[in-house]
């Protein structure tokens, strides 16, 4: 790294949030330095695993089928938070949303209408051409050609923080600690879901049971300094947004290819061979993130979502091959649950299953009867060999805790907003997005918050410049 | 009884179905091109799936930079690179007769093998005119038929050039024999169904315009956000700059059969025109195809795919030479050296059409028919 120099914005993290508020302060004219803890080729943070974000719009675009209001994303902020949210933050992000494909193309980004697989979001979401980490690809190119300074393998362990003003921060590079200092910060660094230490502080052995679906990199390093530091908490510190996902993905950055989508085509049963919730709820982009839950609740965290050959076809293909087997009998040994109970369990649910029109596009008639807990939809008889099992996992993708800010995204500290400390992304998603999740509005927030802190960073550095400006003209 | 020429589940084969696998619940990837929109088609992966795909693929680098998954990340994903060894071995799995199919793995021996065969072939095609020829030492000026007779020249090329037709025609079948699903016990032929809204149509303009490597209507990257059309249009400049010579051939050889017009031909003549503005594609397109392979992510493409290209490059580039210099030098008394020279380097070119990185061309189009066909359903 260059010598000791002071930047005008320094931007901690490198994912999307963080090259939004590390663009929109340099194409203001700032010096910024990002400081990215991962290696190059694995930067970007969780963004690498994205592939959408959600934007209202008032007519169909390009890229956007038909119109999504601003109401209408406002009512479905409201619905899936439960109103844990902010609602003056929520629509700034909402209206905000409109012009983020018109400012990311300007950046290079390139954007897609959905295709066939996700049909159901072309009308609420923005896809990026190639994912994320395409998007990150064309973030980052940008940011180089502005001359925006960024440093990879950038570990930031200590934030000097004076009476509410940033300073300056630590930072580990290469094994060497630097200080880095600038005149406004941008803390855009995520949660802390790849923190075993701290999921264990909370789940306790069972968090030894979970896969973090995204980078290793979110350790919330920075979101603890700044909450050490008096920044005001928001969202529930105990939440994380947990998916039932393959239990045979790698600890961190499975992504999207561990998902399963076959458990609401058959039953899902623990350890002992017993089922313990509807399978057939409801659609199942719609339960995913329960199911996560109510696995963490099984003993060691485990569960097998079990189906026969009449589901093959109907789900996205996985990437790990299923457990396959002739007989419910031969599944349970391969799966190493008591045969007895899976065959029992199994026979249970075949007797309860009542006729009905099997439809996976509609919440259809198939349910089963009498049963605890029953299945409500999609219900059919687990009868045609080959029997197949995938086994399901607890899939961490995000935390909820944050520091809360303002609509100008500063920092809230215990005396009062701080006058050069602004926050975007995850590490402040937890102002809009208190619990709950709907596809792509992490991104949303990132695009739009990090605008708006890379902006504001800026602008308290220039009005100050131009302030002691004046003041020396005036001396 | 139907032969599999891809029996061996070779690392490549089964590294393609691994990636495959993991594309296939991705799918992040399917806006780039066909490959991603074939392989959704699909659950699983048989060999012959894998080489279909591998011979769709363009080898630009999209799904590479855009992955979540490539190296180092545990699931390896690279699939431009994987393709590209896949390919290689699926030119040689489909090689006439089997036993050339190691061509592909040494391609700078074989050439140079066929450029002494050539050589030997037209030094002795000369000599048959040398005994008993006074005129040999003294040609007339630009009388090509004085140093090899007209119709040792057509009985020698006619060989040479239906031996590979027969090769390249044979290995074509086995091809598309090979990426057939096998549950249709005879594929339909690719070619069957002409027009320009059939299948064989639609697929001829995807390759006569590199469709694939600009399929986003930008061109794709060859390098992490680079953007460069080079690639595309020094592949346009070589393969025109063949056609074009081809056409040049073609006419005079009806000049010669039909009307009896004997060459030389004028500068100004339809022979020469097409000949000399073929030949200058084909001294640029390989060129810069050699300079963009230089400077090309090695990630990219796999070592066996990239040490075809340049002796590949090298006799196109080396054949447009000797004959662009024979045309401009054909007054000159050393007209018979160059003649035999360039002669050599034609012959060499058209023996190695069948085991070398021509048959990418044929293979491809095979695979973006199939596309087609398969779109159409």
Known sequence: ?475 | MRADPLPVLTDATVKSQHEMTVCNSCRYCEAYCPVFQAMEERLTFTSGDVAYLANLCHNCGECLYACQYAPPHEFGIDVPKTFSALRVESYAAAAWPAFAAPAFRSPWTTTAVALAAGALASALAARTLWVGDARVAFPAAADFYSVVPHDVMVTLFGIVGLFAVVALGIGYRRFIRSIADPNIADPPSPLRGFGAASPVGAAARDALTLKHLHATGEDCVDAEEKRRPWRRWMHHCTFYGFLLCFASTSVAAIYHVVFGWVAPYAYTSLPVVLGTVGGLGLLVGPAGLFLVDRRRDPALTHSTQASLDAPFLAMLFLTSLTGLLLLALREKTFMPSLLIGHLAFVLAFFVTLPYGKFVHGIYRAAALVKFRRESNH
């Open chain 1, 1 to 475: 790294m260059a010598p000791p120099e002071v930047y005008e914005v320094a931007v901690l993290g490198g994912g999307n949030a963080a090259l939004c508020a590390a663009l929109a302060a340099s194409e203001r004219g700032a010096r910024v330095i990002v400081l990215e803890r991962a290696p190059r080729v694995f930067r970007g943070g969780n963004s690498r695993h994205t592939r959408n974000l959600r934007c209202m719009h008032t007519a169909p675009t390009d890229i956007l089928t038909e119109s999504y209001s601003e109401d209408e994303f406002m009512t479905d902020l409201l619905r899936v938070t439960g109103g844990a949210t902010n609602e003056t933050l929520a629509r700034i992000v909402v209206r905000a949303s409109a012009d983020a494909p018109g400012r990311m193309r300007r950046f290079g980004v390139r954007l897609q209408p959905s295709l066939r697989g996700t049909l159901h979001l072309g009308r609420t979401n923005a896809f990026f051409l190639g994912g994320g980490k395409a998007l990150m690809n064309s973030y980052y190119a940008a940011a180089e050609r502005r001359g925006v300074h960024v440093v990879y393998d950038a570990d930031v362990i200590g934030l000097q923080i004076h009476d509410g003003r940033f300073e300056s921060a630590t930072v580990r590079i290469n094994g060497r600690e630097q200080q880095v200092r600038a005149r406004s910060v941008v803390l855009a660094a995520g949660g802390f879901e790849s923190n075993l230490e701290w999921l264990k502080e909370i789940w306790g052995d069972a968090a030894d049971n979970f896969l973090i679906r995204g980078t290793p990199y979110n350790t919330g390093t920075v979101l603890k300094l700044m909450l050490d530091a008096g920044a005001e908490p928001v969202g529930d510190p105990t939440q994380c947004h947990a998916v039932a996902i393959d239990a045979r993905a790698p600890k961190f950055d499975g992504g999207i290819v561990t998902r399963l989508d076959c458990v609401s085509l058959g039953i899902v049963v623990n350890k002992h061979g017993d089922r313990f919730y509807d399978e057939g709820e409801d659609f199942w982009p719609k339960r995913y993130a329960i199911w996560g839950r109510l696995v963490a609740q099984q003993p060691d965290q485990i569960a097998y979502s079990i189906i026969d050959a009449k589901a093959v076809g109907r789900f996205m293909p996985s990437v790990f091959p299923p457990i396959a087997a002739a007989s419910i009998r031969e599944l349970a040994a391969l799966i190493h649950v008591p045969a007895g109970t899976l065959a029992a369990t199994v026979e249970r649910f075949n007797g309860a299953v009542r006729p009905g029109i099997f439809n996976h596009e509609a919440l259809d008639d198939c349910r089963t009867d009498g049963l605890v807990p029953n299945k409500t939809h999609w219900a059919q008889r687990l009868d045609t060999p080959p029997f197949w099992a995938y086994p399901l996992r607890p899939g961490i993708t995000f935390t909820y805790l944050g520091v809360k800010v303002d609509e100008r995204a500063r920092v809230a500290l215990r005396g009062g907003p701080a006058a050069n400390i602004f926050a975007a992304g995850e590490i402040m998603a937890g102002n809009i997005l208190g619990k709950g999740y709907v596809a792509g509005v992490g991104m949303t927030i990132g695009t739009v918050f990090g605008e708006i802190a890379g902006r504001e960073a800026w602008r308290g550095v220039s009005s100050d410049a131009s302030a002691s400006q004046t003041g020396h003209r005036a001396g």
